[in-house]
């Protein structure tokens, strides 16, 4: 697939996708969110990909929302199948994906933008964030995952008062209360998506895959001891479980095949 809006570059076993609405800030529309869609699936079943660094173009936004006219006239049926197809096709993939995805947030990250980077696995913002779902000023509530990720990430309480206030929250609140793993300045932000996902890279591949679905099940009122179980029996199946012991023995380092 040709992207419009999209920028996907493979590297190093790293899939860099950058948003590229930089006149619009980045915003969804659904072309873009055909794109992602569409990204996301081919992340997920390519071996050469060990991770993806998500951002939006620009210095100003990582994505600003929604892009509102496209739906401002949806009557409640429209309004149910634009949420589920999102849920379905994005937000859900990248949560389910096998692959970490990790959130490089280059400025604003509002509504559906910050539902994008909460589905993601890892949240790096760069200072000048600022991070917010405003839903309820237009009459709506967050429709892709939104009320439920962020309770998961932030807690109950914290989740209400940033849903029903619409309030920003800068980059230094949302790591003190837990929305993103790292602040770093804008210059150091893809540089410290690198550092994290080469470390990632050294791993065993399946048993990260395993890991990543493990802890999403713990999340989804789904038996996440059993499933964390399964999971583990499965890795000793694994040529990779035979190589890092056998490095470890050896006292080498191991080299993972993801097989």
Do not use: W
């Not at 634009?82 to 692959?99: M, Q, V, W």
């Amino acid at each position: 697939m040709v992207y419009q809006n999209l920028i996907s570059e493979l590297k190093e076993n790293i899939l860099y996708v950058v948003i590229n609405r930089e006149k619009a800030l980045n915003a969804l529309n659904k072309d873009t969110l055909n794109e992602l869609a569409d990204v996301i699936a081919f992340a997920g079943k390519t071996n050469e990909v060990r991770g993806v660094i998500l951002t939006g173009a620009g210095e100003k936004a990582f994505v600003a929302g929604a892009d509102i006219k496209e739906f401002s006239e949806y009557n409640a049926k429209e309004g149910e199948e634009l949420a589920k197809r999102g849920h379905e096709n994005i937000f859900n993939a990248i949560e389910n994906s096998p692959k970490p995805f990790i959130a490089a947030i280059n400025g604003f990250a509002l509504g559906g933008g910050l539902e994008l980077a909460m589905a993601c696995h890892i949240r790096i913002a760069s200072e000048n964030a600022k991070l917010g779902l405003p839903e309820v000023t237009l009459g709506l509530i967050p429709g892709y995952g939104g009320t439920q990720r962020l309770t998961q990430l932030v807690g109950k309480g914290k989740a209400i008062e940033i849903i029903t206030t619409a309030n920003m929250v800068t980059a230094a609140e949302a790591e003190k209360i837990g929305l993103v793993n790292y602040v770093v300045p804008q210059a150091d932000l893809i540089n410290k998506a690198e550092e994290i996902l080469n470390v990632i890279k050294q791993r065993a591949p399946l048993a990260i895959a395993s890991a990543i679905k493990s802890i999403v099940a713990s999340l989804n009122e789904e038996n996440g001891y059993a499933i964390e179980i399964e999971e583990f029996a499965k890795c000793f199946e694994t040529a990779d479980f035979k190589e890092g012991v056998s490095a470890f023995v050896e006292k080498r380092k191991a080299i993972f095949t993801g097989k």
